[in-house]
């Protein structure tokens, strides 16, 4: 993997999406370096560490960081989520406090879950890229600002970052896509050991508000916040709230205050 890192003060780890790389986190990073040590992570397969071939297997990743990087608050946007949340469970001496940037510890509905997409999403993705990987990623990009407020604005700052490292590599992608149709980690949220603040946007077509609504309900100490005008990519479409946020959380974990 590869991190950068930026700031001073109190540590903040940044986990990017599906296909994307930690630079889209810009618009955060640049409200927040003044206030925090932020470490942007490039997971394998994307972005700096494209011809990494270590597997995108959350445990192991989650492992390796927490072993690499100083103690911090994690803050995992979309699939990057699930690398940040299985950190918190497996490593809490090491997690200071979780921030799930519209992200779900189940990303697909059934199993008394309506809080998803379709079962067939994930796979039919992974068949499109085999047809068309620039149009499926491109495709990808379309959906996550669909929905949002600045949706054409999201859209273009999508298509002018998303490749700006290279393009990922197809065997991350499709590992990603696996994870995001068969990963469920409800079951593991009521022993969460460490507060958590789950954000997302209204708009958003790809993880349902409610999703992490619901989420927050099973987890111990954990808070809601939903974004109105915001789709799959807050931190672009309304980054002064998703930073607002992120500041009085972090400040709230220094306190020792429950989210």
Do not use: C, Y
Not at 99 to 119: C, E, N, Q, T, Y
Request: hydrophobic share 45%; glycine share 10%; aromatic share 6%.
């Amino acid at each position: 993997m590869h991190i950068e890192t930026t700031g001073h003060g109190p540590g903040l780890i940044l986990i990017h999406g599906w296909a994307m790389h930690g630079g889209l986190f810009a618009p955060l990073v640049e409200r927040l370096r003044d206030r925090f040590t932020l470490h942007a992570v490039d997971l394998p397969g994307h972005g700096h560490a494209a011809t990494s071939d270590t597997p995108l297997e959350p445990k192991r990743l989650a492992a390796e960081l927490a072993d690499r990087l100083p103690d911090a608050v994690w803050l995992g946007w979309s699939l990057g989520g699930q690398v940040a949340l299985r950190a918190a469970l497996d490593h809490p001496s090491h997690v200071r406090g979780l921030v799930m940037l519209a992200s779900s510890p189940r990303f697909v509905r059934g199993d008394g879950w309506p809080h998803g997409v379709s079962s067939t999403l994930f796979r039919d993705f992974g068949e499109a890229l085999e047809r068309d990987f620039r149009g499926t990623l491109d495709g990808f990009l379309a959906l996550e600002a669909l929905g949002s407020a600045s949706a054409q604005v999201e859209l273009r700052k999508l298509r002018a970052q998303a490749f700006e490292r290279g393009e990922p590599s197809p065997r991350a992608l499709q590992e990603g896509l696996v994870l995001l149709d068969e990963m469920d980690l409800r079951d593991e949220l009521p022993r969460l050991q460490v507060p958590s603040l789950w954000l997302s946007g209204r708009r958003d077509r790809l993880v349902p508000a409610g999703a992490m609504a619901a989420s927050a309900a099973l987890a111990p100490g954990a808070r809601s916040v939903v974004i109105d005008e915001a789709g799959h990519a807050p931190f672009l479409g309304a980054a002064n709230t998703v930073a607002a946020e992120v500041i009085g959380f972090m400040r709230q974990v220094a306190d020792g205050v429950e989210a």
